[in-house]
């Protein structure tokens, strides 16, 4: 009974040391930017090409690769981690909202977080009169408004 224990300790111990030694790619050599032809051109994973033989890729219209192949793509993306709002951005917000009627001066004051703590009781949040990532995701709504359909004619 302990030749087994032993045997299967030192398995398990061998499998674990096999892998700490394999050698693997450097972090940057994974993250280099592919284009949109090479990612549709690489090979899949597929019967013919389990066997052995090559698979040819499948041509794709230009309309799928975008503007122009090789031309590239300028995509915004949003600042890492949470966004944390400015005391400007919470003060428009408040005001789109009707909750605040003071001046937008970029300081969270007294009239400010009272403005916070209504439209936090309203939207049934916790009043604490601070703008954390819940509430920002609601008040952020009336950041930009929807532009009026005034005086168009229908």
């Known amino acids: ?32 930017p592919m284009s949109m032809e090479t990612l549709v051109t690489m090979s899949t994973t597929s019967p ?4 052995g033989k090559p698979v040819e890729p499948k041509p794709v219209p230009p309309s799928v690769l975008g503007p122009a192949a090789g031309d590239a793509v300028k995509l915004e993306l949003p600042p890492p981690g949470p966004y944390k ?3 400007t ?5 408040l005001k789109n909202a009707g909750f605040y009627t003071g001046a937008i001066d970029g ?5 400010s977080k009272k403005a916070i703590v209504e439209f936090q009781k309203s939207n049934s949040l916790v009043a604490d009169g601070k703008v954390g990532p ?3 995701v ?3 709504r009336y950041l930009n408004p929807p532009a009026q359909d005034a005086g168009r004619p229908r």
């Not at 087994?4 to 993250?31: D, H, N, S």
């Open 1 to 32: 009974m302990k030749k087994a224990v032993i045997i299967a300790i030192l398995i398990v111990a061998t499998g674990m040391f096999y892998g700490c030694g394999r050698k693997q790619q450097p972090l940057e050599e994974l993250q280099q």
């Open 48 to 51: 013919a090409s389990q066997e």
């Open 85 to 87: 709002p400015t005391a």
């Open 89 to 93: 951005d919470i003060q428009v917000a």
């Open 107 to 111: 300081k969270i004051g007294p009239v």
């Open 134 to 136: 819940k509430t920002w």
């Open 138 to 140: 609601i008040l952020s």
